[in-house]
């Protein structure tokens, strides 16, 4: 059984910072690539920040560049991502993605897998 499980959501005050964590169990964690979303009430699911399979590469969406950072550790099966000078327009909830490594690269290409979601509410 896949399992990605988001953690570390919360409410931050604007300018805070927080973390999240996934876990994942059910899949050979490095041949995937790692993403983050999220989806504030009444938007689409946007992308957020992504990693390769190896760290070798991450990408992010111009809302949280220089604001965000991914990582993951692949011997502990975990993504992160990292999110500083939190504003109430980043309020949302995140979902973490799995990518399965391909020609296909990792942007724009639909996740095989998903998490549950962690809500991140940050007050202004």
């Known amino acids: 059984q896949v399992r990605l499980v988001e953690s570390g959501g919360g409410l931050v005050q604007a300018g805070g910072s927080l973390r999240l964590s996934c876990a994942v169990s059910g899949i050979i964690f490095g041949f995937y690539h790692m993403g983050w979303f999220r989806q504030a009430p009444g938007k689409e699911r946007e992308f957020v920040a992504a990693?390769?399979?190896?760290?070798?590469?991450?990408h992010y969406a111009d809302s949280v560049k220089g604001r965000s950072a991914i990582s993951r550790v692949n011997a502990k099966r975990t993504v992160y991502l990292q999110m500083d000078s939190l504003k109430a327009e980043d309020t949302a909830v995140y979902y973490c993605?799995?990518?399965?490594?391909?020609?296909?690269?990792?942007?724009?290409?639909?996740?095989?897998?998903w998490g549950q979601g962690t809500q991140v509410t940050v007050s202004s």
């Open positions: 993605a799995a990518i399965l490594r391909s020609e296909k690269g990792i942007l724009g290409v639909d996740p095989n897998y």
């Open positions: 990693i390769s399979w190896n760290s070798d590469s991450t």
